[in-house]
Nanobody, 123 residues
Framework: QVQLVESGGGLVQAGGSLRLSCVASGRTSSTNAMGWFRQAPGKEREFVAAISRSGVNRYYADSVKGRFTISRDNAKNTQYLQMNSLDPEDTAVYYC????????????????WGLGTQVTVSS
């Protein structure tokens, strides 16, 4: 089993920045791939970004490309999501995910999930 705990969410004005963190514990050998998803009220959970174990391969949703950066520190079992130029449309609960297949963009591609952290962007 893998436990994932997100942090770093909060309230920010449009144009601002936030950095989310996700710490993995337990069987971290299962975190070959890690990713971020988000879910706004009344909407389905959607893919945001993913990263391979080496950190070389990174994948982004078109809506965040150029604004968000995913990274990971395997020594700390932690992944990050740096979010810049935030827009009210980015308001959602952000979830950390871990699984076996690098680059998966569907929720079914991940085996473990955190409880989420709220990001609210005011206009």
């Amino acid at each position: 089993q893998v436990q994932l705990v997100e942090s770093g969410g909060g309230l920010v004005q449009a144009g601002g920045s936030l950095r989310l963190s996700c710490v993995a514990s337990g069987r971290t050998s299962s975190t070959n791939a890690m990713g971020w998803f988000r879910q706004a009220p009344g909407k389905e959970r959607e893919f945001v970004a993913a990263i391979s174990r080496s950190g070389v391969n990174r994948y982004y949703a078109d809506s965040v490309k150029g604004r968000f950066t995913i990274s990971r520190d395997n020594a700390k079992n932690t992944q990050y999501l740096q979010m810049n130029s935030l827009d009210p449309e980015d308001t959602a609960v952000y979830y950390c995910a871990a699984g076996a297949v690098a680059g998966a963009r569907g929720v079914g591609g991940y085996d473990y999930w955190g409880l989420g952290t709220q990001v609210t962007v005011s206009s």
